[in-house]
C-alpha cells in the first residue's frame, strides 16, 4: 500500500519520538479502560472513560519520553542518539518494573509510596514504548533504509500499544479464570450492542480526545508565547527554566478559570434551587411544619428541597391508614441557613416549641446534603413506624448541591452540633418523665456530616450530646469519622456500638446502636481523589475485596479514578417507586433500617404495608411534579403566544390563586387537566 504524502508539519508530528511514545501508551490504556467497575457504564460513558484516559496516558507517555530524551542528551540543544536512547530505555524499563514490583504491596499505605510506585510504573511502560519506537526506527530506518512514513511509524505504533493492551486483557481474563467472577452478569457497558452503539460510542471517544487535545495544544502555544516573551525581555533564552515558568503561568491561569467556572456554576445553582416548584407552590398550612401557622420560618428561605419537605409531611388519617393503629400528626421542622451557628440553633429549638416538637417521644435531627435535602421516605418510614410520635428536624448548612457543598461539610457538622446542643440543653430542662429520645440522622453527605460530630470525641462525644444512636446512609469516602473508624475503629467506638452492615436486615438488635449503612457497591464510599495514583484499600487481593467487588479488575493509576468517576454517576441512578439495593440508593433500607437503629416495631404485616406505601407515595409525587412542571410550561407558552396574537381571553383560577387569562377552550382542557391531576393525588396530598 502507498501511503500519500503528507505536509511536513504533519509529518513531523507523526514521527516525532515523543509524539509516537504518547501514542503507544495511550493505545496500552484501551483495554484497562473497558475494566468492570462497581457498576455497568453505559456506552456513551465508556466511550468517554476511553477518550479521556487514552488522552492522559499520552500526556504521561510524551512527557516521560521528552523527559528521558533530555537526560540522555546530556548537554542542553544536543539531541540524544539512537544507541543512548536505546540504553535510557533499557534502564528506564528495567529500573522502572523492578521498582515497580518491590513498591506494589505497599501502593496503598500512603501517598509518598502511590506516588513512587506510578512514576515506577510510568517508567518501565514508558521505556518499554520508547525501546519499542526507537528499535523500530533503527530496524526500519537505518537497517532497512525505508523513509519514514506513517506506515513505519504512527501505523507500527499502533500496532505495539494494540498487543500492549492485549496483554492487559488475557491477564484480566486469566485473573478472572483463576479468582472467579463476582456477579459476571454484571458487565462493564451495558447495552453496548449493534452497530448505532459503537458508532455513538467511538463518536464520542474521538470527540473527547480531540477535545481535551484542544486545551493541550492551546496551553502549549501559550506556554510557548509567554516563553518567547521571557526571551525577548531578557535578551537571552532561559532554557528549561523559562518552558517550566511558563507552563506554571498557563496552569495558574487555567486554574483560576476554572475556580471562576465554578463559581458561576454555585450561584447559578443556587439560584435554580431557589425557584418555587408548581406542584409546591404556597406554603403548607398544617399546624406541625415549619413555613405553616404556627411556624416563623419563610417558606421563601428554605429552598427547593425545604418546601418539599414540609409539604410533604405525613397526616395522623394517612399513617393510621398504613399502621392500622391510631396516630398524631408529626413534626417537620426546617432551619434555613442563618448569620451564626447560634441563631440557628435558637431557630431548631423555637420552631420545635411552637409545633409541638419536645412533645413528641423522639426527636431526629437530619443532617441534609448540601442541597438541603432529607429522604422523603426515610422520614416518612420514622413517621409510620412512631405513628406520628416524632419531630424531624433538618439544619440547613448550604442550598447547593452535595458535589458543589463539598467545601461546607465542617460548617455542617459544627451547625449539625449546635442543634444538637442545644435541642439536648433544652430537653434536660423537662421533667425525667417527659423527655424525648434524641437521634440523629443522615444519607449521603448528610451522614458525613452527622457521623463527623463524633469525629474529636467519637461515640463518647454523641453521649455528652444525648444522641441515643444514630442512622447513617451511604457513608461517603471523605468522612473523618468513617476513615478513623476504618483504620482503628476502637479510637472512635471503645464499647463497639458504632456498626457496619451493607443489609440492616442481617444486624441483631441492639439499644444505642449507631448503624452505618453501606452497600458493598456504593462508589460514594469507595471513591477517592487520590485514585488518580494510590491504590484504595478496597483494591486489595481479590480475597480481601469487598462483596460486588470485580475480582479481575487491577488497579491502574488514572485508569481506575476515571472508571470510579462513572460509577459516581451511575450510584445516583434511581427510578421513582422503584427501590433496589445497589450503588448509592437506600431507600430500599429506609423502613428496616430505621426499625434496627432507633427500636421501633411493626408486625410483619404493617412492614410490608410500610414499604409499599413508601413506594407508593414516592411515585405518586414524582407524577405529580412532572404534571405540575409540564402544565405550567405548557401554559406559559400559550400565554406567550397568545399576547403575541392579542387574542381575547378569559380567566382561569389556578390552585395557588393566582389567575391566567385564557381562551374558552383552553379553559376547559387545563381544567380538566387540574381535576386529573388533584385525583391523582388523592388522600395522599399534602396534608393540612
Known sequence: MRWPKLPDSIRSFTTDPAVRVGILQATSSIAPAYSRGLL???????????????????????????GLSSVMAGTPGHRAGQKALLAGAAVAGVAGFVAERKLRPRSGDNLAFAAAWTTSRFMATTGLAGGLVT??????????????????TLALDIAGGTAMAAGSLARGISRAHKYGMIEPDRAAVRHLHGPKAYVTAGAISVGTVAGIAGVAVAEQTAARGIDAAFTKLARTDLGEAGIYLSHCITGAALSAAAIAALNKVRQRTQRVGDVVEPAYPSPPTSQHVSCGPRSQVDFDAIGKEGRRFVLMALAAPQISSVMDEDAINPVRVVVPPQESLEAAAQTAVNELESLGGFDKSVIVVAAPTGVGYVSYVVTEAMEYLTRGDCATVVPQYALLPSALALNRTQDGTRLQTAVLEAISARVRAMPTSRRPRIVQFGESLGAQVALDVAAGAGIPGLDALDVDSGLYLGVPFRSSTWLTWRHDPGEIDPDGRLVLAADPLLIPDAPGMHLMVVHDDDPVNKFSYSMVIKRPWWFGEPSTRPPKVPRETLFRPIVSLVIALADLMNGMNQKPGHFTRTGHDYRVDARAARQKSFNLSSTVEQADRIEQALRDREQMWAQTRLVAKTAAKAVASIQRTLNRWGESTVSLRLADGGELDLPPQITTLMQNLGRTAVGRLGSSGPAS
Do not use: E
Open 135 to 152: 528499535a523500530g526506527d533503527v530496524l526500519l530506518h537505518r537497517t532497512v533504509g525505508m523513509r519514514p512514513s506513517i506506515a513505519t
Open 40 to 66: 455497568p457504564r453505559t456506552p456513551s460513558q465508556q466511550a468517554a472513560v476511553v477518550g479521556v484516559t487514552a488522552t492522559a496516558y499520552y500526556a504521561v507517555g510524551a512527557t516521560f519520553w521528552s
